[in-house]
């Protein structure tokens, strides 16, 4: 069997392992495991940063400038994603109200208008 064919296998593998385990992860640990994939992809770019100074061919660093910009943009867009799963946990106040607005009165305003109502008042 050729190396060529024993990676692939390894990566078809691996990508039917990792699709049933993060199918299987519920949703209010989607947001940890956005951060641990986030901090792995930094590992990652660092190991391209490394690559691409050492390179001794234009192959070489073409593919480790592409890996570079492939890794910073998929941790850009983590961390954004990331935000926003979290400010969905975040619990909104209650508005207060406006100036001149008084709480606890069912319809129309301080002063006993209707609102609607040809005259402004409240025909009661």
Do not use: C, Y
């Not at 593998?13 to 992860?25: A, D, H, M, R």
């Not at 190991?47 to 941790?75: D, E, F, H, K, R």
């Amino acid at each position: 069997m050729s190396s060529g064919l024993v990676w692939l296998t390894i990566l078809v593998l691996s990508v039917f392992v990792g699709i049933e385990v993060i199918s299987k992860v519920s949703s209010t640990l989607h947001t940890p495991l956005m951060s641990g994939a986030n901090a792995i992809h930094g590992v990652i770019l660092i190991g391209a940063v490394l690559v691409a100074g050492s390179a001794t061919s234009t192959p070489v660093l073409v593919l480790a400038l592409i890996a570079v910009l492939l890794a910073a943009i998929n941790i850009s867009g983590g961390f954004v994603v990331t935000d926003r799963m979290l400010r969905m946990f975040v619990r909104r106040r209650p508005e207060l109200p406006g100036p001149g607005q008084e709480t606890g009165t069912a319809t129309g305003t301080a002063t006993g208008t209707t609102p609607g109502s040809p005259t402004g008042r409240d025909p009661r």
